[in-house]
C-alpha cells in the first residue's frame, strides 16, 4: 500500500481502498497462529496443540476445535466442553489452546482450530494443525537357526509390527553390534554377511567358523526400542566322513539288492509257465481213414484194406 498523507480525507480514501483490498487492521479482525503446524507427540504423553489468538475484538468468542481423520471431521471441542475422542483426557488452555493428557495412536490426525467473532469486521478465522503420535516397538519376533554349516549360506530374521514410525533394525553378535557394512570393523571385515535395517533380515552368503555366538536383534525408532532374547547359533565343519560313510551305504545297498534279483531269477522265481502246456492236443488223424463232414454222415476209405 502506498503511503497515505495525514489530511483527514485522503486518510478516508486510502483505508476504503485499503479494506477493499482485503487488508483488514488486526484490532478490526479475529486473527489466528499457531507455534507448530507439524507436531509430534510420544504415545500415552502430553501435548499441547497451540492457538494463538492475535487480534480480536469480540469479548467472548465463539471456539471450536475439530479432528479430521481421513477426511471426516468430527468435534474435539464444542460448546464450551470436550468432546469425542479427547472426552475425560484433554482439556482447553487459554487463549484457545487445547491439551491432550494422554495421546493415543489413535490421536494422529489433523486437528482445526476455529474461532468466530461476532463483532469484528474479520469474524472468523481458523487454522489446521498435524499431530502424529509415535508408537514405541514391542519386543521382535527373532529367528536364530540352531545349527549350519562352515561354508553355507543362511538368514537371521527379525520383525515387529506395531511401532510408529516404522522401526529401523540392528543386529547383535555376542553383545556388541554388527556394524551395517562388514568391511568397517576390523572383527568382521572378512564376514559376508548383509544387514537391511528396513525388513530385519541378516543374510550369511558364506558362514564361517567365527560367526558361531549369541544373537539378537534389536527394533528402533524415535519413540524408544525393544530387543528379543538372545539365541547361540553353532557352526560346524564339513563332516567328509560322514558323507563318505553314507555314500558307501547306499552303494552296499544297490549291490545286495541287485544281486538278490540275479540271484532269483537264476532259480526261476520269476519263470511263468506259457500258454501251450495248457492246450489240449487232439489225437492225431488215422491216415488211411479220411473223416467227412459232419453233415455228410457218412466215411470213404483213401485206401482198400488189406485181407
Not at 481502498?17 to 510420544?42: E, F, M, Q
Not at 492246450?279 to 488223424?285: C, E, K, R, S, T
Amino acid at each position: 500500500m502506498r503511503r497515505c498523507k495525514m489530511a483527514i480525507p485522503q486518510l478516508i480514501v486510502c483505508f476504503v481502498l485499503y479494506t477493499s483490498l482485503g487488508h483488514i487492521p488486526s484490532s478490526l479482525g479475529v486473527i489466528l497462529r499457531t507455534t507448530d503446524k507439524v507436531v509430534w507427540a510420544n504415545e500415552f504423553e502430553p501435548i499441547e496443540l497451540t492457538c494463538l489468538i492475535e487480534s480480536i475484538s469480540t469479548n467472548n468468542p465463539r471456539i471450536e476445535w475439530k479432528k479430521i481423520k481421513n477426511g471426516v471431521p468430527s468435534y474435539v471441542y464444542f460448546q464450551n466442553r470436550i468432546a469425542g475422542d479427547l472426552e475425560q483426557r484433554a482439556q482447553l488452555r487459554e487463549p484457545a489452546n487445547i491439551l491432550i493428557l494422554n495421546t493415543t495412536r489413535a490421536d494422529t490426525a489433523e486437528y482445526r482450530c476455529e474461532v468466530a467473532a461476532i463483532d469484528d469486521q474479520r469474524d472468523f478465522d481458523e487454522i489446521l494443525i498435524s499431530l502424529a503420535v509415535r508408537v514405541k516397538p514391542v519386543v521382535p519376533r527373532c529367528r536364530v537357526p540352531d545349527a549350519v554349516t562352515v561354508g553355507t549360506s543362511t538368514e537371521l530374521r527379525c520383525l515387529e509390527n506395531e511401532g510408529f514410525p516404522a522401526s529401523q533394525y540392528r543386529w547383535y553378535h555376542n553383545n556388541e553390534e554388527l556394524p551395517q557394512e562388514p568391511k568397517n570393523s576390523p572383527k568382521s571385515a572378512n564376514s559376508s554377511y548383509i544387514i537391511n535395517p528396513d525388513t530385519g533380515g541378516l543374510k550369511f552368503r558364506r558362514v564361517r567358523k567365527e560367526d558361531a555366538g549369541d544373537y539378537y536383534c534389536q527394533a528402533r525408532n524415535d519413540a524408544g526400542y525393544a530387543q528379543c532374547p538372545s539365541q547361540m547359533m553353532e557352526v560346524y565343519d564339513v563332516d567328509y566322513l560322514g558323507i563318505f560313510l553314507k555314500a558307501l551305504g547306499a552303494v552296499t545297498v544297490f549291490v545286495c539288492l541287485t544281486a538278490s534279483i540275479c540271484h532269483s531269477f537264476k532259480r526261476g522265481c520269476f519263470h511263468k509257465k506259457g500258454h501251450n502246456e495248457n492246450n489240449y492236443n487232439w489225437p492225431a488223424q488215422n491216415d488211411g481213414v479220411v473223416y467227412g463232414d459232419a453233415d455228410e454222415g457218412h466215411f470213404r476209405h483213401k485206401s482198400s484194406f488189406i485181407i
